[in-house]
């Protein structure tokens, strides 16, 4: 099993800055993207930003400009820089993992994190 441990949450005036960090640790295979999802109150959780083993990224068009991902491959690190924040930026954030199979080609395994708490005050 894999765990993921965020970190980084907190209370914020709009314009401001946050950094989210999430480690994995546990029985790890082989990590193929990691990334963050924010579920703003009353909504789905959505895709804020991921990061692939190669380092390819991927953002949402919201958050384009203002938010960075990146990760630190030996220590099973993902964080996410969070520039020019809004209220609308205000929901849960969770952290998400995507592991091979070792046993089943082309398989693949999602863990998620608990989630941390960002809010925006305007």
């Known amino acids: 099993q894999v765990q993921l441990v965020e970190s980084g949450g907190g209370l914020v005036q709009a314009g401001g800055s946050l950094r989210l960090s999430c480690t994995a640790s546990?029985?790890?295979?082989?990590?193929?993207?990691m990334g963050w999802y924010h579920q703003a109150p009353g909504k789905q959780r959505e895709l804020v930003a991921s990061i692939t083993s190669g380092s390819s990224t991927n953002y949402a068009d919201s958050v384009k400009g203002r938010f960075t991902i990146s990760r630190d491959n030996a220590q099973n690190t993902v964080y996410l820089q969070m520039n020019s924040l809004k209220p609308e930026d205000t929901g849960v954030y969770y952290c998400?993992?995507?592991?091979?199979?070792?046993?089943?080609?082309?398989?693949?395994?999602?863990?998620w994190g608990q989630g941390t708490q960002v809010t925006v005050s305007s």
């Open positions: 546990g029985n790890i295979f082989k990590i193929k993207l």
């Open positions: 998400k993992l995507r592991e091979a199979d070792r046993y089943v080609p082309m398989h693949e395994y999602d863990f």
